[in-house]
């Protein structure tokens, strides 16, 4: 499967971006989806997953803020980020995994930047 992500930029603290994560070759459904994030120094975290059926999950410090969401018909994932602190700040990664036979497979979409700056 190949992912492409867009939708990063800067943005003041407090304001919203919407990442979207396009995905092609593969079908899509079967595959959960998230993002995660990296900002200079540290090591890659999930953001926020969301399964083949809908369910969700969150880093703690995203709760409340950001949301994870599919579009099956468009082979799309999308993260509404809103409340936007500093702290955002990193290259955001979209992956796709999917398990086969008990081995999980992985997939990247090439990150896109997102500034949280005055």
């Known amino acids: 499967v190949q992912l492409q992500a867009s939708g990063g930029g800067l943005v003041q603290p407090g304001g919203s971006l919407r990442l979207s994560c396009a995905a092609s070759?593969?079908?899509?459904?079967?595959?959960?989806m998230g993002w995660y994030r990296q900002a200079p120094g540290n090591q890659r975290e999930l953001v926020a997953v969301?399964?083949?059926?809908?369910?969700?999950n969150y880093l703690d410090s995203a709760k409340g803020r950001f949301t994870i969401s599919r579009d099956n018909a468009k082979n799309t994932v999308y993260l509404q980020m809103n409340s936007l602190k500093p702290e955002d700040t990193a290259v955001y990664f979209c992956?796709?995994?999917?398990?086969?036979?008990?081995?999980?497979?992985?997939?990247w979409g090439q990150g896109t930047q997102v500034t949280v700056s005055s």
């Open positions: 992956n796709a995994n999917r398990r086969v036979l008990g081995v999980r497979y992985d997939y």
């Open positions: 070759g593969s079908i899509f459904s079967a595959y959960g």
């Open positions: 969301i399964t083949s059926s809908g369910s969700t």
